[in-house]
């Protein structure tokens, strides 16, 4: 059994945050035949002025009724990257058994 409870966090708005801006970039490969498909991908994303959370303030151990104080902040740049890979098989016409298999 598990249980979790929270109090949640103060959220401070920033006026002087800017828009986000990006460039992104995918490329993939889809297979797909009788015995089943892959799939693969790789991904670029270039950020300008990307939006990021920041806690200003932690919470009071001391204080019960204390909460964790937050804001946005721009970050002048940022790179985002990877990639992908997805495989499913169908067992019923390799072995000749109704199964499907799917391993993401």
Do not use: H
């Not at 966090?9 to 002087?16: A, E, L, R, T, Y």
């Not at 994303?45 to 932690?58: A, H, L, S, T």
């Amino acid at each position: 059994m598990y249980y979790f409870y929270d109090q949640g966090v103060k959220f401070i708005p920033n006026p002087d945050l800017e828009a986000e801006e990006s460039t992104s970039y995918e490329a993939g490969l889809r297979i797909n035949n009788a015995y089943g498909r892959v799939a693969m991908s790789v991904f670029y994303n270039d950020y300008k002025n990307f939006i990021e959370d920041r806690m200003i303030e932690g919470e009071d151990p001391s204080d019960p009724s204390s909460k964790e104080v937050w804001t946005t902040q721009n970050i002048n740049r940022a790179e985002i990257y990877g990639a992908e890979v997805s495989a499913q098989v169908d067992l019923a016409t390799l072995a000749g058994a109704p199964v499907v298999c799917t391993l993401t």
